[in-house]
């Protein structure tokens, strides 16, 4: 029995389902973009970038906090931060829900949009720091590498939602603050 296979569209000629991918992550920032976002050198067009930034900000504040008493704001309360990032997070998973594509039959990933792009502005803020603060040249190396190890990730990442063969967990924001 022969297996129902579509012919592939001639060279040259644009499919429909790939114009209806290109679309249908409209919006989704690129990581080139997105660190950009971070860093505050990019302005307009996807509300992601304002979030992005907020967390990347959000981060480096938790990370002076945590490491100078002195350098930590005086109306600085960890379980606040740490709720707005949360709020961050759970606006960019609310946008991912209604824009970009649910694909039936994808892999799963094991992280919400929100969630990744947390972890990198975490690790943004952190490899900024190192990089201000200084050290070995083998510890700022590593850190650079790092981020750009995660940066290459949310790449591919980006590539994996274009091409409908990944499909993001629908966000759970977990229990309640209790404090």
Known sequence: MQANVAEPPPLGHHHRNDVERQDAA????EARQLFLAFAGHL???SPLIEWARELSDLHAT???ASVSETRRPRDFHEADLRHRIQGSIGRIDEWSILHLPRPVAARRHTHSLGEV????ARTYAH???TLRRGGSAEHLHDAVRHLAQV??????????LRA???ELPIAFRGPEPWW
């Open 127 to 129: 490899t900024h720091a």
């Open 62 to 64: 938790l990370l002076t």
């Open 117 to 120: 792009i947390s972890h990198l």
């Open 43 to 45: 302005d307009g067009g």
């Open 26 to 29: 409209e919006g989704l920032l």
């Open 164 to 166: 409908l063969r990944i």
């Open 151 to 160: 940066q290459e990730g949310y790449a591919d990442l980006v590539a994996e």
